[in-house]
């Protein structure tokens, strides 16, 4: 259990608190407003580390126009006054950043459960090649992580991150609306392999159309999306020549036309390193581990086996762990 102690001397008419003077210290964050707040009128408070998106419902204790909150933490609440915000059921509060979160009413978010992950993007994330889903990259990760999280796979193949061509964006599939109603703390998403192709590479609104898929994920509950700012190797070839420098898979002919996958995919990665900084995900890089294994796709030269997506899951889980690491490993 940990304990936030908040002073409160003012609240605006019934529609949420206006902060005067915020300050930390010793695991005591304050907040001055103008006026004492009644205890009969106590609003429902929720806490959280901005850098971990997920809210902790906190438990009121009301005397003398202050309150002190206690909490069950999944995520630890680092003692650094940039990172700490709050907010309660009477209005939007946020504490330490320029965020605007909705308000939240009293009963809408249990006050402690599983960590819900959302693995959302392509065929990679479907699991395609993989004949039991028991062992397609999402449900490897469920297993790592253990029963403290929730894990849910939204995958759809061949689909982008740009509306480039009509059905293909993954903001219109069904998938993308599950995701949203899974309700996550944290969405994965490995987007961006299909929009390297010469048929498919939109420059000038993908970094756009994937932003508005970032906002929907982060979704007023303030989820976190990680992103896979290196994306995972091609090993396609075209009559045997490397896809692209330092990967090529000799038993596996690319007799199609060329993709020109080679040629934009250093400017897809980038367009994702600068989302990732500008919305502050958590990344991932999925290019280094693979990048010396063919053999650990399904036998396309692309999407990876069932070795394979252990390899996702085991850096994804990592990854997870560094966000939440108070839960107990599986």
């Known amino acids: 259990m940990k304990t936030l102690f908040i002073m409160l001397t003012a609240m605006t008419a019934a529609h949420g608190f206006t902060a005067t003077e915020t300050t930390i210290a010793d695991g005591t964050l304050t907040i001055k407003t103008p006026d004492a707040v009644p205890a009969e009128n106590a609003p429902a408070f929720e806490v959280a580390d901005k850098r971990y998106g997920r809210f902790i419902p906190a438990q009121a204790s009301w005397q003398d126009g202050s309150v002190t909150l206690t909490y069950e933490s999944h995520a630890p609440l680092k003692e650094q006054q940039e990172n700490i915000v709050w907010r309660c059921s009477d209005g939007t509060k946020s504490y330490g950043g320029d965020i605007t979160f909705r308000a939240v009413q009293p009963g809408q978010y249990p006050a402690v459960g599983k960590i819900k992950v959302a693995c959302v993007g392509d065929s990679i994330t479907f699991g395609?090649?993989?004949?039991m889903a028991e062992n397609k990259y999402p449900?490897?990760?469920?297993?790592?992580?253990?029963?403290?999280?929730?894990?849910g796979?939204?995958?759809?193949?061949?689909k982008t991150a740009s509306r480039v061509k009509p059905g293909v964006w993954?903001?219109?599939?069904?998938e993308h609306r599950d995701a949203l109603d899974f309700r996550a703390d944290l969405y994965v998403?490995?987007?961006?392999?299909?929009?390297?192709?010469?048929g498919t590479w939109n420059?000038?609104?993908?970094q756009a159309d994937y932003a508005e898929l970032i906002h929907a994920w982060r979704g007023p509950q303030g989820a976190t999306v990680m992103m896979w700012t290196r994306l995972a190797p091609d090993f396609r070839s075209h009559e045997r020549e490397a896809g692209f420098p330092g990967n090529v898979n000799p038993a596996y002919d690319f007799r199609l036309s060329e993709m020109e996958t080679s040629t934009h995919r250093p400017?897809?990665?980038?367009?994702c390193a600068r989302l990732a900084k500008q919305f502050q995900c958590p990344t991932l890089d999925m290019y280094t581990p693979l990048k010396d294994h063919p053999e650990l796709t399904v036998g396309d030269g692309l999407h990876p086996n069932r070795d394979g997506a252990k390899i996702i899951a085991t850096e994804t889980a990592k990854a997870i762990r560094n966000l939440w690491p108070e839960q107990p490993a599986k």
């Open 128 to 131: 395609m090649g993989i004949r």
């Open 139 to 151: 449900e490897q990760l469920q297993r790592m992580l253990g029963d403290a999280f929730q894990v």
């Open 153 to 158: 796979r939204f995958g759809n193949s061949a």
């Open 170 to 174: 993954y903001g219109l599939q069904k």
């Open 189 to 198: 998403s490995n987007l961006g392999i299909n929009d390297v192709n010469r």
């Open 203 to 206: 420059p000038e609104n993908v």
């Open 267 to 271: 400017a897809m990665e980038a367009i």
